[in-house]
């Protein structure tokens, strides 16, 4: 069974550093094709798509967003960590995280999602 | 970039009644990279549909895709009360995701 779950902080300042956990079960990055990918959803907007990882450790970013995002993964601890820089209330939203099983493949199985709220 | 216009943002409906809702490319896609999601507050958002038509695993016949180059469309026949939700599709291209800006589905 496949399973993903989001963590971090709820509440982050403006200007700080946000960091995510996506914890997952049931797959492994040592299968060929495997990817992480991290989605928002900010209050009343649409999803929209942040960066992905591979198997192979081949990274995809957001064009708009890119100088802001690290993805990272742990294979040992079936961990995927996404960091993005200096935040704004603008990036309060619900992070999620989401396999896919090759680069551009659907996004099969998703995470329930973390709250994050920027505010000073 | 492609873009991915959904319509109707919202259609109020009830239950036993068939929708069909719309996602229009920007420019001619690949049907294969065309999915489509279900999102509900609280909830894993769900993947209903990939390369445009094929249902996914455990998703009910009354969920059907259909479409190709820039017009795809989500059929759901005879709604169900927890059908009431937000749908979203998306397109890979180019190393990217993206997603329409979604039609809500209310009662």
């Known amino acids: 069974q496949v399973t993903l779950r989001e963590s971090g902080p709820a509440l982050v300042k403006p200007t700080q550093t946000l960091t995510l956990t996506c914890d997952f079960s049931?797959?492994?990055?040592?299968?060929?094709?495997?990817?992480v990918s991290w989605i928002r959803h900010p209050p009343g907007k649409a999803l929209e798509w942040l960066a992905l990882?591979?198997?192979?450790?081949?990274?995809y970013y957001s064009t708009s967003l890119k100088t802001r995002l690290t993805i990272s993964k742990d294979t040992s601890k079936d961990q995927v960590v996404l960091t993005m820089t200096n935040m704004d209330p603008v990036d309060t939203a619900t992070y999620y995280c989401a396999r896919s099983q090759w680069v551009g493949d659907e996004l099969d199985y998703w995470g329930r999602g973390t709250l994050v709220t920027v505010s000073s | 970039e492609i873009v991915l216009t959904q319509s109707p943002g919202t259609l109020s409906l009830s239950p036993g009644e068939r929708v069909t809702l719309s996602c229009r490319a920007s420019q001619s896609v690949s049907s294969n990279y065309l999915a489509w999601y279900q999102l509900k507050p609280g909830q894993a958002p769900r993947l209903l549909i990939y390369g445009a038509s094929r249902r996914a695993t455990d998703i009910p016949d009354r969920f059907s895709g259909s479409g190709s180059a820039t017009d795809f469309s989500l059929t759901i026949t005879r709604l169900e009360p927890e059908d009431f939700a937000v749908y979203y599709c998306q397109h890979f291209d180019t190393s990217s995701y993206t997603f329409g800006q979604g039609t809500k589905l209310e009662i």
């Open positions: 049931g797959f492994s990055f040592s299968t060929r094709g495997m990817c």
């Open positions: 990882i591979d198997w192979d450790d081949d990274k």
